[in-house]
């Protein structure tokens, strides 16, 4: 089976602008969860999506948003970006559909620089 | 709300030594425990997880961690450090949902 597979790689926007970034599940996979990684926050959880609809939310602004298809792939974008929303932004995909905690798969991550 | 705290932001170990990276966690709730790696430009890879089956967990690459409630702790080891082992290593907590809370990560340096 394919990981999970994150495009673009890297990425570098100006301030204000806006970016898009996508994630392909592992087949079969119905849940995908983002986090942010930074050098000074850490690895923090942005949100997941659950059969097109957001089940769980990190302490974010407004500013990032996310949504899944039916195909269980998802985006995240994040509006009018400023220069600390920099960071490795990762994907991970898991196999949940019922109470019991399955673990999450990620991906390679995407590198969004902002100057 | 759910915490997890690595004691060691850097540890360095010699090649063939013990690997020990601590892990504390805070949980109100019975918790699933996980340990990740992440070698450099990439995710992560689970190396294993606590799910309340048994207490001592083996994971991959030779790596394995002990769940003690009395010490609310969730310490990774592995007996002898190869120098592929060299990354960061991050405790990660949840309670029962898709959302992780990582800690804050321990860089491993291996010394030939």
């Known amino acids: 089976k394919a990981g999970v597979t994150q495009t673009p790689r890297y990425l570098i926007k100006t301030r204000g602008q806006q970016v898009t970034l996508s994630c392909s599940p592992i087949s079969g996979h119905r849940s995908v969860s983002w986090y942010q990684q930074t050098p000074g926050q850490g690895l923090q959880f942005l949100f997941e999506y659950f059969s097109e609809t957001q089940r769980n939310k990190g302490n974010f602004p407004g500013r990032f948003s996310g949504r899944q298809f039916s195909n269980s792939r998802s985006e995240m974008n994040v509006s009018t970006l400023e220069l600390g929303d920099s960071a490795l932004y990762l994907c991970a995909s898991s196999p949940t559909g019922g109470i019991t905690y399955n673990e999450q798969f990620f991906g390679p991550g995407t590198r969004l620089t902002v100057l | ?112």
């Open chain 2, 1 to 112: 709300a759910q915490s997890v705290t690595q004691l060691g932001s850097h540890v360095s170990v010699s090649e063939g030594a013990l690997v020990l990276l601590r892990c504390n966690y805070s949980s109100s709730v019975p918790p699933y425990l996980f340990w990740y790696v992440q070698y450099p430009n990439q995710g992560l890879q689970l190396l294993l997880k606590y799910t309340s089956a048994a207490t001592l967990v083996k994971g991959i690459n030779g790596f394995e961690a002990e769940f003690k409630k009395s010490e609310t702790s969730f310490h990774l080891t592995k007996p002898s450090a190869h120098m592929s082992d060299a990354a960061e290593y991050f405790c990660a907590v949840s309670d029962g949902e898709e959302k992780l809370t990582f800690g804050t990560g321990t860089r491993l340096t291996i010394i030939p």
